[in-house]
């Protein structure tokens, strides 16, 4: 794994000097709720467009394209050093497809197409294309929408992949990740958890994680700390990241279904 994004609900952590070597993962949703100065960041960073929560609250995207095209702009303009944006992808978990009431047929399509008229109302915006789907086969079906579409994926600087965070740490997402990996594909993946990423951090290309703040929820907070939890706590955040990186530069751990 060539980078890996720490996700934060804090975008305040982008002028943190003690983020400046720390790549961040921060959502849309938290970045529009800045009317005025947005933070300018001090590292590199990548954006969620907050699908997940967008659908499972609405049952549909609210924001346009072209609302989410000016919005993209302004964030890569007044905070710099983005290096990429997720585009308005459809998940495929059971629950959000409940929500929505369409098939999974139905999201890959929306996400192809949201892709393609995001590039044609902002080729100079780095969009990153998404896999979406559940099964292996939904991913390779998903693929060849893009196929269709003019867009090869394995062409792509980087390949997100979606709908596969609540799977993180079993080998069905193991060998859905090592199956695009072998087919060229340079992956992102979304929403990792630690139990994913020692299993297969050399076969994708970055990842993001909040783990950490969940995980920080069920704790005390640190000794010095003054809140009551440290779920958007820097400290706890870097710490984690660290722990992190130690086991992920450790040996192989022993793949077992979890």
Excluded at 26 to 37: F, P, W
Excluded at 49 to 59: D, R, V
Excluded at 235 to 241: I, S, V
Aim: net charge positive.
């Amino acid at each position: 794994m060539r980078r890996f994004y720490l996700g934060t609900h804090e975008p305040s952590w982008l002028a943190d000097p003690r983020f400046a070597f720390t790549p961040l993962f921060v959502s849309r949703r938290r970045l529009v709720r800045y009317r005025r100065r947005l933070p300018r960041a001090l590292g590199e960073w990548a954006l969620d467009s907050g699908g997940f929560t967008e659908l499972s609250m609405y049952g549909r995207w609210t924001v346009s394209a072209a609302q989410y095209v000016s919005e993209v702009r302004r964030f890569r303009d007044e905070v710099g050093g983005m290096l990429w944006a997720a585009p308005q992808d459809w998940m495929c978990e059971p629950m959000v497809l409940e929500r929505t009431g369409l098939t999974v047929t139905e999201h890959q399509q929306r996400t192809v197409e949201n892709l393609l008229e995001l590039r044609a109302l902002a080729p100079d915006l780095p969009w990153t294309p998404v896999l979406q789907g559940f099964t292996g086969e939904d991913y390779q079906r998903c693929r060849e929408r893009y196929a269709d579409a003019g867009v090869l994926l394995e062409r792509e600087p980087l390949v997100g992949l979606g709908t596969i965070c609540r799977r993180q740490g079993t080998l069905e997402a193991e060998d859905i990740v090592r199956d695009l990996r072998r087919a060229g594909l340079r992956i992102h993946a979304f929403g990792a958890k630690t139990t994913g990423l020692v299993r297969y951090a050399a076969a994708v290309e970055s990842a993001d994680s909040l783990a950490w703040s969940f995980g920080a929820r069920k704790q005390p907070p640190l000794p010095g700390c003054t809140h009551t939890k440290c779920n958007n706590c820097p400290l706890w955040a870097l710490r984690w990241c660290r722990k992190l990186h130690h086991r992920l530069d450790g040996p192989p751990e022993r793949n077992e279904e979890s």
